[in-house]
């Protein structure tokens, strides 16, 4: 059967309307079962190179119970997802990535972490245009994403693995970096471990706040959290999370959605500002007073 990612010619970005389109296709393919399914990509014009990170787990999920084909796919969007190693997953040949922008679309098991770990270190952290940090903030920033990993592993139930994806967009001045499981997501998690009964967005809210925790927390807590969020916002990036049918966006000011249709896990994203000259260090490496000079 054919599936069309899109109905009409457009865009899928790293935005409401980005995972709108993702959860509607996902929605669509739910009930299939021991199909062959053709995803018809004609109608995208552009992806966010990240993006792969969620759409892949939603293939995945969906490859469960079916066979999966990438189809109709415009020479941009192919030129992208077949430089970052996307589409090498479905048959297709990968391309160098010859200006190195891309973070490298990854599917990592449970048990995974080291190997996430070097990953975020040689993928990630070394990419052209990231803000310069003293080393014990760059250690702090790697352990920050590396709880991503492991809290969603911890909380999220997943047995499916962890799908993670980046790209350096050079003239957007933005480095982006995803991080998506497919797990019982964080408003089943505060059900379960705490019994709040909080809507999707609600408890994505619930879960960034403060010290709220069901354990560990369910995205990275306490000082890994609060470097995080803090060089984030010192750095005018963007943090958002869309979990079930909750969206939520740190940026200059917090937003919250809901989905029409629920996404089948949690994913997370970090978005930096490259185009920030400023230099980042710990207390303890620049002075008493501030945290980030």
Known sequence: MNINLLDNKGDIKCDYQGFSCLVEFYDRCNNCMFEEIEVDMGNVQWLDAHMCSPFGAILYQTSVANFIKITNINKKVGDILSKNGFLSSYGWMKNPDTFQTTVEYKRFDTKDIRYFNDYVISDLVTKKGLPRMLPKLRKKFVESICEIFDNAIIHSQTRLGIFSCGQFFPFRKRLDFSISDLGIGICQNIKQKLDLDLSPEKAIQWAVEGNNTTKAGYIPGGSGL????????????KIQIVSDRGFWELSDREETSI???PFPGTVVTIEINTADKSKYGLTSEINPENVFN
């Open 226 to 237: 609060k470097i995080l969020r803090e060089f984030i916002t010192m750095n005018k990036g």
């Open 259 to 261: 989905l029409k249709n």
